[in-house]
Every structure is written in structure tokens, then in C-alpha cells.
């Protein structure tokens, strides 16, 4: 008799399915995946919902109301394993640029009627609530980095992902440095690889989607864009993205936002 | 640094010939007779990068490259020279060790599993305008992977068969200091054959062949013997290179200074600027570390080893049971820099720069390791008090 296979959730909070896409987008390998999982719970895919516990949950989006508060819980609780995948799950997304400001403030020009909406006043990384098991970058996930993860998870080991800078798969690839030979600036010396240089092969500079590398060392290449002669301002923006509450960037997007 | 074998420290050999500049083509053409993929400078994305060429045509005819500590722009030349710029952000090893290849594969069998070879692709390449510090880091690297005990088998391969067609350099970069090292300009063997390129006058090359090989190819080219001014016009373009270096690096006792200098302040200051990124490691000609790691694919019926250059300003580099052991960016530019200059030759009998001035070039915040060890040179002996401290590394 053919084992029980695991049984796969993926879960949404503040986000905007990107990354529950990039899992849909993995075309060649779904059927490689329904294999080798159930995929139990994923409401982006199916309406048929297969009650827990899960074996792997993958979470997508941060946390930004007092409902997803509460429900992030009941999913560790339901999860043996549980994977962040994106940058709002792992550093709150673009959604925590409310983080800078006032949030009140946001909902009385938004809304026409501010009294309905409940929300928090940060939008926040799940492993701020609940413990992960392993954190994805990206924005979106990369998909092959996402099949790796979730093979590795299949597997009992662990992922193979890197937390160097995006420089090193933009050397690997032999792609020219944008900043060196174009004085283009680019954040893949502080951003963590993860894209395969996707911004750099096309002759842009990197914006940051997988956020901090491991040592970040963002003073340094901001004080190398100010050189190129990017403005406080630009450089404060550029830190205040995808990953705008992800510690590194965020810390330097405050020294430069009073230019 | 020690030099390529066949050594002489001459230039005029006898054997000397011209090659009209229109003949190039023909240069190629009997390399691809031989059956050899040919690779070498051409221009993408605003530089001089190592590709396939087909002709002459490929390569960055007419361009000259201007380099500065974190900046490299390519600039129109006066004349149609075929190698009138220096050397890119690519090196030769590339093609040596690749940046990523697969070792072995595992497919599940029964109740075992059988191990797969992985397919290397047959390649011959010629290498075409490979420059004198290029030849003494081709020869680090043979020391690297051929030198000892364990050898790589594709290096061998790739290496053995490998047809190198060296190119004088006539001008230096501002951050070239082949000269410091040793290395350079003038190419002095390591190859199988050696162009000069002349401008002044007919555009022509002064050619000699270094090698059997070198020869038989030769002597397909229309070439005429060279003469006494040709030769002299070859040996000036040389001398002037030599005199454009626009970096110098005192190697006198380096590897002393450095190793009794591992608690310099300039190491911290040094560590304020640096990104951590890989760049100087992963432009660098003598830089080889990869890293070895194992996947299992979604089904889990094949899993493979895969090796991938890595440098040494990533943490998991460093990483062994519990953590990294080069934690700070300080420790990891400190083994980087003594590794290179003064470790080096304890562990291979050279040094492992041998003063391209990539590093300079293509780090993002231009950190210049010739600044770094002048500064060092500069306070010997100082230090920053951090082992009372207890920081170290």
C-alpha cells in the first residue's frame, strides 16, 4: 500500500498572492508535487479544503490585522512544519511602510468610513508572532528556491539557500556590474541572492526584493550612491520597499529620510 | 610571484614574425580548423567581458577601457586596434572551473541507489589574447588544481588541451601593478603563441611561437620574418605599458608585514568600507574556492552534488557546526588579503595576486588592496587594542 503523502497547506495573510502565484506557476513540476503531497488546504488553487493538521504550511503575508494575529496561531497549531514564503512574511512587505508613519492618519484619508476598518498599526513578519520553521525571501519567492525548500522539507533536510549577497550569482552569471561600469546604483551587494540576478541581467540596478544579505553593510554602499549622486531621499526610498521593516534597510532608510 | 617555465626574460627572439592585421582572421580560422572553440575578449554591456568569437570582428575593436578603484568605462580609440584596452571583469578561469557545474548524480534503484557521472561537455578552447598577468594566474591555478596530490579532472582536461594565444599588452590601466608582482606586462611564456600588436605605421602583429603547437600554427599564417625594427616596435609597445602602471604594490617582505600586523587598526577601518559582497574574489584570476552542495529533487528519487564558486566573504564559507567562523567582515577581508599575499606561499610556493587590479576595479566602494597595504606599511605595528577587548576575530 502507497504511504500517506504529506499534507500541504498554503496560507494567505496581508499580501498580494504573488507568491502563492509563483507556486501555481511551477507548471512543469505540479504534477511532480500532487505527487509527492496532498496539497490540503490552498484556496488560491481549490475550494476543496481537507481539514488539518498539515504537514508543511506555507504561509504568505504579514500580519496586519487583529484577526490575522489570532489565526496565525491556529495555523502553527495546525502545522508541523511551517515555512514563510515572500517578503511580507518574512519582513511585513511594502504594506509596512505604514510602520514610518501614522497609521490613523492613513485610515481617515483612505476610508470614508475609518470607523469599519480594523487594523493594526504595524504590519509585521510572521515569526514576530509565531516560531518558523525556515523564512523564503523574496518579492515574489523565487520558484525554484520555493520547489527546493519545499523538496527539502519532503526530504528532512535543510534548504539549500543561500544568504549571500546577490553579487555573487550576478559574477557567477558574468553579467557586467551595473554600478562599476554603468555607475547604475544597485543594492546586490546588501540584498540576499535569491533572483539569479534578474534586475542586473536586464541592466538595472537590484531593488532589494530579498532583502538584507547576511552582513549588510549598508552604510557603506549608501555612502558609494551618494557618490554615483543619488540624493538622501533616493537612498532613504530605495531601503523603504518590499523589505522597508527588514531591520538593515530599514535602520538605513532612517539615517537618509530627513535627507 | 614566480614566473611561467620557459623563462628567458627576452623578447627578440629569432623567431620573430609579422602578421599583417588583415591576417588575424586567418589566426582564427586555423584554430577552428584544429578544432578548437575560440574564446576571448569582446564587448557587453559597457565592457570587455570573455565570450565565443567568431572573427576578429568580435573582439572590441577600436575601444579602450578606462579604469579607476570602482569604476570601469569603456572609451572610443583613435585607431582600430584589435587589443588596445586591458583586462575586464572576466578572467580564463571561467572556462577552467566553471561557475557551476554538476559532480555527481544518485538515482534511487530498488532498494539502493546508483551513482551517474556527470556528462562534462567536450570542450577544446582557444584562448585568444590572454595577457602576462593572465598567464601567471593560469599558472597559480595549475598549482591550485593540478599542483598536488588530488587533481581536478576537468581543469586537466580543459587545461591540457587548452591552445593559448598570448597578447603583449602596449598600454597599462590605472589600476594594473603587474609590474610589482612580477607577473607582467611581458608575457614570457605559459603560451603557444605571442602577439604584439603595431600600431604605428602598417597595423600589423609581431608574432612568436612558444610551443610545438604554436608553431605548427604558425606556419599556416602569412607571416614574413620579422625585422630588427619590428622587433623593436614590439619591444617598445611593452616598454611602454611598463611605464603606464598605474598601481604599485611593495612586495618587500609583505607576507612578514601582514602576518604581524593581524591586529592593525586598518583592518577595522577597512571592514567600515568593505561590503561583504564576493566581488574581489569572484573577479579575481587566482581566487578558485567553490562551494560542494548536495540536492534531492521533488520526487526524491535523484539527488546530485553540484560544486559553485563561493567566496570568502559569505558566511556559510566559514560556516562549521554552530556557526560562522569568520563572523565579521573584518576577519573575513583580513584571511582574504593575507591569504592572497602572504599565505599563499606557504600553501603553494607563490603569491596568489598577481596584480590584474581587478579587485580595484570591480569592488562597488572601490576598496584598493595596494592602498590597504601601503596604509599597513605605513604604521607598522600598530594595533587596535581589541584582543584586551576580547573581539577577536
Redesign the interface.
Known sequence: MRARRPKLAVWKFASCDGCQLSLLNCED?LL??A??VEVAYFLEASRAVVRGPYDLSLVEGSVSTPEDADRIRQVRKASRYLVTIGACATAGGVQALRNFADCQEFLSTVYARPEFIRTLERSTPIADHVPVDFELRGCPVDRAQL??V???F??G?RP?V????V??EC???????V?????TP?L???TQAGCGALCPGV?RGCYGCFGP???P?T???A??WSQLGATAQEVARAFRTFNAAADAFRAESERHERG | MSRPPTSDGSTGSPSGYVLPAEGLGELFDALVRRGYTLVGPTV????V?Y?RLSSPQDLPVGLTDEQEA????LRARPDRAYFGYTV???SWK?FLQP??RVLWRAVRDGDGFRVEAAPEEAVRYAFVGVRACELAALAVQDRVFMGGSHTDPLYRARRADAFVVAVQCGQAGATCFCSSMGTGPRCTGGYDLVLTELLGGEHRFYLEAGSPRGDEVLAELPCRPASPEDRQAADQAVSRAEAQMGRRLETQGVRELLLRNLEHPRWDQVA????????CT??CPTCFCFAV????????QVAERRA????C????FSYLHGGSVRA??RARYRQWLTHKLATWWDQFGSSGCVGCGRCI??????IDLTEEVAAIRGSDGLRSGREASGENP
Open positions: 513540476e511532480a508535487l505527487d509527492r520547489l527546493e519545499i523538496s527539502a519532503l526530504a533536510r539549500r543561500a544568504t549571500h549577497s553579487c555573487v559574477k557567477r552569471r558574468g553579467l557586467v556590474c554600478m562599476v561600469a554603468q555607475g544597485c546586490g551587494p546588501v541592466r544579505a547576511e552582513s553593510n552604510a557603506s554602499l555612502r558609494a | 557587453r554591456d559597457g565592457a567581458v565570450d570602482g569604476r570601469y568605462r575586464g571583469p572576466h571561467r561557475p557551476e567600515g568600507r568593505c561590503l561583504s559582497c564576493g566581488n569572484l573577479v552542495e548536495d540536492t534531492t529533487d521533488l520526487s526524491g559553485r564558486w563561493d567566496s566573504f559569505t558566511g556559510q565579521t567582515t576595479t570591480w569592488c562597488p566602494v572601490g
